[in-house]
Antibody
């Protein structure tokens, strides 16, 4: 069945770089797109960016200068790197499999990231 | 960016109907498709897709959930409400970049 699982550090120092990995199973990264979505505690989700099935990428303009999304199809993994982290980057980070017209039909369990010294 | 506006909370009685609204700052329809989707989120869990393209029920979702609307005004209806439906509901548009979400409507018991 379709599964996505995020991994990465739970604590990041301010001004440092966040690196997260999304490991997927049950589908091919060359057939489906994967997005990263984050959610501060008690707030609505925020779409961060997308790795298209063809290898192209799209980013939220609010984060574009700090964000990079890449993949390794041989390992079924999608990567997120975001630099210059600040305290308002604290929240739960999810990877999702895009569905019909960029709805998000499958979500990972999420990884909680705290930006603090 | 397209802004999605939802009421913060809605109080409802069990076995009654709940209607949750989402208003968008721009039209999210294109060529007859509504790029509007709805999610349910319970505390400590990831969001779950309920409705896609405005009115299509996602796989495994009970038929008491339905979506309607077009243009800039959309509604998620739960009829009848069951205890398991107490959660926060988010709308999301994918018509224009960036995809954006509403702030959520918390469904509470009256």
């Amino acid at each position: 069945q379709v599964q996505l699982k995020e991994s990465g550090p739970g604590l990041v120092q301010p001004s440092e770089t966040l690196s997260l990995t999304c490991t997927v199973s049950g589908f091919s990264l060359t057939s489906y797109s994967v997005s990263w979505v984050r959610q501060p505690s008690g707030k609505g989700p925020e779409w961060m960016g997308r790795m298209w099935y063809d290898g192209d990428t799209a980013y939220n303009s609010a984060l574009k200068s700090r964000l990079s999304i890449s993949r390794d199809t041989s390992k079924n993994q999608v990567f997120l790197k975001m630099n210059s982290l600040q305290t308002d980057d604290t929240g739960t980070y999810y990877c999702t499999r895009d569905g019909y017209y960029s709805s998000y039909g499958y979500w990972g369990q999420g990884v909680m990231v705290t930006v603090s010294s | 960016d397209i802004v999605l506006t939802q009421s913060p909370a809605l109080a409802v009685s069990l076995e009654q109907r709940a209607t949750i609204s989402c208003k968008t700052s721009q039209n999210v329809d294109n060529y007859g498709i509504s790029y509007m989707h709805w999610y349910q989120q319970k505390p400590g869990q990831q969001p779950k897709l309920l409705i896609y393209e405005g009115s299509n029920l996602a796989s495994g979702i009970p038929a008491r959930f339905s979506g309607s609307g077009s243009g800039t005004d959309f509604t998620l209806t739960i009829d009848p409400v069951e205890a398991d439906d107490i959660a926060t509901y988010y709308c999301q548009q994918s018509k224009d970049y960036p995809d954006t979400f509403g702030a959520g409507t918390k469904l509470e018991l009256k």
